[in-house]
């Protein structure tokens, strides 16, 4: 079992700047697929960014794209979301998500989940 706890969200203003954390524990062996989700007033999950544990490649939706960057510490076993330039639209619960076998935007096919931090920003 992999546990994911998720830290650094809160509220800021537009134009502001957030960092998100993801601390992952357990059978973490081996290199986990990470990713991050959201999911706003819509109530739809959308994959914001994810990264291969193996290969070390990323994506990132075009909604995020040049203003958020994912990170990984594999020391700590953390993965980071950094945000910059927010906007309202990216009021959202962001979870982070983690699976061993699978790096994509398709959130069922991730096993693990942490329990969301919200981002709330404002105009």
């Known amino acids: 079992q992999v546990q994911l706890v998720e830290s650094g969200g809160g509220l800021v203003q537009a134009g502001g700047s957030l960092r998100l954390s993801c601390a992952a524990s357990g059978r973490t062996g081996g290199t986990l697929d990470m990713a991050w989700f959201r999911q706003g007033s819509g109530n739809v999950r959308e994959a914001v960014a994810y990264?291969?544990?193996?290969?070390?490649?990323?994506y990132y939706s075009d909604s995020v794209k040049d203003r958020f960057t994912i990170s990984r510490d594999n020391a700590k076993d953390t993965v980071y979301l950094q945000m910059d330039s927010l906007t309202p639209e990216d009021t959202a619960v962001y979870y982070c998500?983690?699976?061993?076998?699978?790096?994509?935007?398709?959130?069922?096919?991730?096993?693990?989940w942490g329990q969301g931090t919200q981002v709330t920003i404002s105009s």
């Open positions: 990264m291969s544990g193996r290969r070390g490649s990323t």
């Open positions: 998500a983690a699976d061993p076998n699978y790096s994509g935007p398709r959130s069922r096919l991730y096993r693990y």
